[in-house]
């Protein structure tokens, strides 16, 4: 193809310069600085994942929890808490719960649901009780009607056992016995004469009177053991008695008081219950609250512990005294014990002890009655957390458990406190690989979080998310106290945005990053003394960004630029081409040209990628260089073998080389060593492939294009170097401003294809061809001198397995 013929193909498929960026008109968004504009309310965009929350959260259904899936910095968190205050300034406060002693079973602590405020005055009247009973009842105790009465009892009780013991004793003198008290019991002595007599005296007694005396003896010890019996049965009364007006008097001194937190909180279910048992407890517990000292061990130094009136108080679990609406609980630390709640011990007399007392709340007890949102990643993180998180939900109650017990090898004694009916609405905010897995592996994430919320990275570029992203620009700066923005420097962050997404259609919805950007803008703002933020000012804070991240691109750069790393931006060669990678650091992403070469020779149709080879070839990579076997194929080999065996590499690569976005690449480096027609190096390509020869879009195309640009400058812009791209990627372009200068003055080109044909026309200053009828292909085009070499490769083919035919024929 003559010069002018290539200069006329190539000025058909040039982009213009305004196909290269779009651009932001700082006069349309209707401000002159971003104080005019009201603050965004909400988030960006995000109607699908709006909708969902709008369902998940007002649907009482159980299991429909919501799973907002979506990218850091999309704004999930923040719109979730927005959603989350609107709902739940509308609902009521939940009731606070507390945990309480329970008098039959103490380690299984009662819960008890009090509505909100209410919890901690119950404690504190609890509390205010225990001093007051303790004050009364031992007021009680000592007053002269306590004592009056406990003499009359001792009096009477004293008075039946002296009328007992005087029965006894004349019933004894009567048969001649004499009575004497021991610590034994009662011994009985029999008198001759009125004068005791001993064993010695006793023997020397006729035979009648001994017997006389034996059984008057056997009469007076059976009235003795029912004197004894008798006598206990004096003191049991006197005990019970005395316990009774015991307990009279000390009911007497706190009934006042338990009738008063009656009325208090009678209303309360199983409030009442819980103070009828206090007061049994109380009644039979009278020596704690009547200030008797503790027995004293024998022990030097030892101090007895005092009374222990622990068992009385209240645990306030939950207190939402202060509550305005549902409680919204984000669990930054979503641990096993941060959910579910803890018991704690304490040392005691150099032993761990613990008590109902030291039950403590978890996350989920603290969004009873609201909403709890929970990084997913971190609940997976933390040991057991998920399992008990879905076993809370599922459930639908709060059990606080110790984890120890459950993987001790032997039984441990501990609380089992009562568990707490649950009513929460669990937000998980993950992204959507990990819903996806989770959906994917397990069962249990599609029963329990049945919404999702699909946060999309990117919003339409509309006049109306323009707006939002000045509005969003300006509750940054009131939120951060940063300085206002003027509508040139909104108009570059807008763009920005869009090369976030690499569109001229869509815009980046990842406002974090926005967020960041506009604070480093106004710090520059600031170092420049400017009032307001300018374009300039967030010009500066993109390149600051990138120079803080790129030293391995200008690493690079310098590898090339000294010969290193061989790139030729120049002249014309075989079989070689410019293709164009990314290389993606995390948080930051760069493109960079690489040599792709081909080498052919006769052969039996075998295409080799020396990555695929030595395994340094991904998967899509691979699937691409297959792709070439049948495009060759299908346009060459209709008629004859495709008799020819190729290599393909990425000289100087030494990396993993995935993606088929070097598809096309490789195809042109391979017709160029086909037809012996050199490829222009000034041309960097980039482009998939399929089958039939259509270049498709790829990713990266605008990093790429800079990558090869900045390159070409470094080497010196000859006016006729430039990029193919494919078709469908121009509205992916968002280029650099110097890019677009450079291309705008004709130092650099930027070119669309939509066929390996077009490409290759620009690649080597000769036309594709078109198939005529019979096959062929018209003289001197790419495709003509494809086929004629591959043809000679095959009658050549044809030529040895002849001869290796004669050669057998001989030989027999």
């Known amino acids: 193809m003559a010069d002018d013929a290539r200069s006329a193909a190539r000025a058909r498929r040039r982009l213009r310069p305004e196909q290269l960026r779009r651009r932001v008109d700082p006069a349309r968004l209707g401000f002159s600085s971003t104080e005019e504009v009201a603050p965004l309310v909400g988030t960006v965009g995000q109607p699908r994942a709006l909708d969902a929350l709008e369902f998940g959260l007002a649907v009482e259904t159980h299991g429909f929890n919501v799973f907002v899936s979506g990218l850091p910095g999309s704004g999930r968190l923040a719109t979730v808490l927005d959603y989350l205050r609107a709902r739940a300034a509308k609902r009521p406060a939940p009731p606070d719960w507390v945990y309480v002693h329970d008098f039959e079973d103490g380690d299984r602590p009662n819960a008890i649901a009090l509505p909100a405020g209410r919890g901690a005055e119950f404690a504190h009247a609890m509390d205010e009780f225990v001093e007051s009973a303790r004050r009364e009842i031992q007021r009680a105790f000592e007053s002269e009607e306590y004592d009056r009465r406990q003499r009359e009892i001792v009096a009477e009780i004293a008075a039946k056992r002296e009328r007992e013991e005087q029965e006894l004793t004349a019933f004894a003198a009567e048969r001649m016995i004499a009575l004497k008290t021991t610590l034994m019991g009662v011994a009985s002595i029999p008198l001759v004469d009125g004068k005791p007599i001993t064993r010695e005296q006793f023997e020397q007694l006729p035979e009648e009177q001994r017997a006389a005396i034996t059984r008057a003896t056997a009469e007076v ?76 061990l024998p022990f030097p130094g030892f101090v007895p512990r005092p009374r222990d009136f622990s068992r009385y108080s209240v645990n306030v679990l939950v207190d939402n005294s202060g509550a305005e609406g549902a409680p919204i609980v984000v669990e930054r630390n979503p641990s096993y014990y941060n959910l579910l709640g803890r018991i704690e011990y304490r040392a005691s007399f150099g032993a761990m002890v613990t008590d109902f007392r030291e039950i403590k709340a978890g996350a989920l007890h603290r969004a009873n009655g609201g909403f709890l949102v929970l990084d997913a990643l971190d609940v997976l993180r933390h040991p057991f957390a998920w399992e008990a998180l879905k076993r809370a939900v599922r459930s639908s109650e709060a059990r606080i458990e110790s984890l120890g017990e459950e993987f001790s090898t032997i039984p441990l004694a501990t609380l089992r406190p009562e568990p707490i009916p649950l009513d929460v609405k669990v937000v998980l905010i993950g992204p959507p690989l990990l819903y996806h897995l989770l959906y994917s592996l397990d069962e249990d994430l599609r029963e ?36 206002h923005f003027d509508p040139t420097a909104v108009a570059r962050l807008i763009e920005h945005g869009a090369r976030l997404r690499e569109s001229q259609r869509k815009l980046s919805a990842r406002l974090l990053e926005i967020s960041d950007l506009v604070a480093e803008a106004s710090f520059w703002a600031e170092r420049a003394g400017r009032e307001l933020v300018e374009a300039a000012d967030v010009e500066v804070a993109i390149g600051k960004r990138e120079f803080r991240s790129n030293l391995l691109e200008e690493r690079i750069r310098e590898l090339v630029a000294d010969g290193t790393l061989v790139i030729e931006t120049r002249g014309e060669r ?85 993606g088929d976005s070097a598809s096309s690449t490789e195809l042109y480096a391979l017709l160029s060593a086909l037809s012996g027609l050199p490829l222009d190096q000034g041309i960097a390509v980039t482009g998939s492939v399929d089958q039939h020869g259509r270049v498709q879009a790829v990713g ?79 003289p001197g085009t790419v495709h003509a001198l494809v086929q004629e070499r591959l043809a000679g490769f095959a009658r050549r083919l044809q030529e040895l397995a002849a001869a290796e035919g004669g050669e057998e024929g001989d030989a027999r």
């Open 574 to 658: 075989v079989g070689q081409v410019n293709g164009l990678s990314i290389l993606d650091l995390g948080d930051y992403s760069f493109g960079r040209p690489n040599r792709v070469s081909a080498r052919v020779s006769l052969g039996r149709g075998r295409i080799e990628s020396i990555e695929r080879e030595i395994e340094l070839s991904g998967p899509i990579h691979s699937k691409g260089v297959l792709i070439l076997s049948g495009y060759l194929a299908a346009t060459y080999a209709q008629e004859w073998p495709l008799a020819m065996s190729a290599t393909l590499t990425f000289e100087q690569s030494y990396d993993e080389v995935e």
């Open 700 to 778: 990266g195309v605008t990093r790429k294009v800079e990558g090869f640009f900045a390159t070409c400058k470094a080497q010196g812009l000859t006016g006729e170097q430039g990029v193919i791209v494919p078709a469908a990627n121009v509205r992916n372009l968002m280029l650099h401003e110097d890019v677009v200068q450079a291309v705008r003055e004709g130092a650099f080109h930027v070119w669309a294809v939509k066929t390996v044909d077009e490409g290759i026309e620009l690649l080597t200053g000769r036309r594709a061809g078109r198939r005529r009828a019979d096959g062929s292909y018209p």
């Open 448 to 483: 329990l979080f049945k919404v999702k919320a699909d946060f999309s990275p990117e919003l339409d570029w509309t006049r109306e998310h323009e707006r939002n992203y000045a509005a969003f620009v300006s509750r940054s700066v009131r939120d951060n106290g940063l300085r």
């Open 221 to 296: 010890e059976e009235r003795a053991a029912s004197f004894i019996r008798q006598i206990r049965r004096l003191e049991q009364e006197a005990a019970r008695r005395v316990r009774e007006l015991e307990r009279e008097v000390a009911l007497f001194a706190c009934e006042p008081l338990l009738r008063e937190l009656r009325e208090r909180f009678g209303d309360v279910e199983g409030v009442l219950a819980y103070l009828d048992a206090v007061q049994n407890d109380v009644l039979a517990n009278i020596a704690d609250f009547r200030g008797e000292a503790e027995p004293q």
